[in-house]
């Protein structure tokens, strides 16, 4: 009888063992769920927020050398500038578009023809139309580039297409 109760009582220990175990997994889980969340909810917000970083940055760049010295351009200079700290704050790093181009970080909306490219099929930036960024290290926005073909490549191409014909 004794050893029936001994059994039973470890029985119901091993059974509290594993609820108490599973409640601070479901804890976990619940916490990085909000915290995925929160991620989530900032990473939108901050999608939104990048059109108007960018109008900001395109009106000062139209402002003539006499404006430049107002105190309204000064105004929004500085308000960009805290603009960036604060989105910097959060995470956001814009992408480097100089060099070789990244699928994985650039998406290309136009091309060139290009002499300086290299030999080795690597594709050149020429120009960036739009900046990119990356959130807490994932990329939010890629950024949007001209690259640039390869001449020789491109004659080789018109040659063979004239053989064909």
């Known amino acids: 009888m004794v050893k029936k109760q001994d059994t039973k009582i470890q029985e119901l220990e091993n059974q509290l063992k ?22 989530f909810v900032g990473a939108e917000l901050i999608k939104r927020l990048l059109p108007v970083l960018d109008h900001l940055k395109t009106a000062l760049n139209g402002v003539s050398e006499e404006e430049k010295e107002s105190g309204w351009v000064k105004g929004v200079e500085l308000a960009v500038k805290e603009f960036e700290a604060v989105l910097e704050s959060e995470g956001l790093e814009e992408i480097s578009a100089d060099g070789i181009f990244d699928p994985s970080l650039h998406e290309a909306v136009d091309v060139k023809e290009d ?39 491109s004659n080789m191409n018109q ?4 053989e064909n014909e």
Do not use: C, F
């Open 115 to 153: 002499s300086a490219s290299s030999s080795t099929g690597e594709t050149r930036i020429l120009e960036i139309v739009k900046k990119g960024y990356n959130l807490n290290g994932k990329v939010i926005r890629p950024a949007q580039v001209v690259v640039g073909r390869k001449l020789e490549s």
């Open 159 to 162: 040659e063979l297409r004239e």
């Open 18 to 39: 594993r609820a108490v175990a599973d409640y601070h997994n479901l804890e976990k889980r619940v916490q990085e769920g909000r915290s995925e969340l929160t991620n």
